[in-house]
């Protein structure tokens, strides 16, 4: 029984060491650390179901004063595209801009 308890320890142990190994290296570089979304609601389009509030993990979306989903924390976007998939009205939109020091291009400069 000793060496069962031992054995198990010893994986317990080797399992944890790979687990940290694992984390350490999955890191991005510093300079790529955060990759930002331009979140885009057409509020014409939209017809108050409030999915995209509820799917949303990082909470960028609020509902505003006449029930309509508005993206208030776009910063908070991880692109994950629940929002963009659930959406019956197809009136979200999400695009990468790149990574957190990059700039958004303006159209037509």
């Known amino acids: 029984m000793e060496l069962q308890l031992n054995g198990a320890s010893l994986r317990q142990d080797l399992y944890k060491e790979k687990l ?4 350490m290296e999955e890191q ?3 300079n790529q650390q955060k ?4 979140v885009t609601v057409r509020s014409e389009w939209c ?3 409030g999915i995209c509030i509820a799917f ?3 909470a960028v979306f609020k509902a505003d004063t006449f029930g309509l ?4 924390d776009p910063n908070q976007c991880i692109g994950c ?3 963009v998939i659930r959406c019956p009205d197809f009136c ?3 695009e990468p801009l790149g990574s957190g020091a990059e700039q958004p291009k303006e159209a037509g400069s």
């Open 20 to 23: 940290i190994q694992f984390k």
């Open 47 to 49: 017809k108050k179901c």
């Open 35 to 38: 990759k930002t979304y331009k």
């Open 69 to 72: 989903s508005q993206a208030q």
């Open 56 to 58: 949303c993990p990082k």
């Open 92 to 94: 979200i939109k999400v």
């Open 28 to 30: 991005p570089p510093l």
């Open 81 to 83: 595209m629940l929002c």
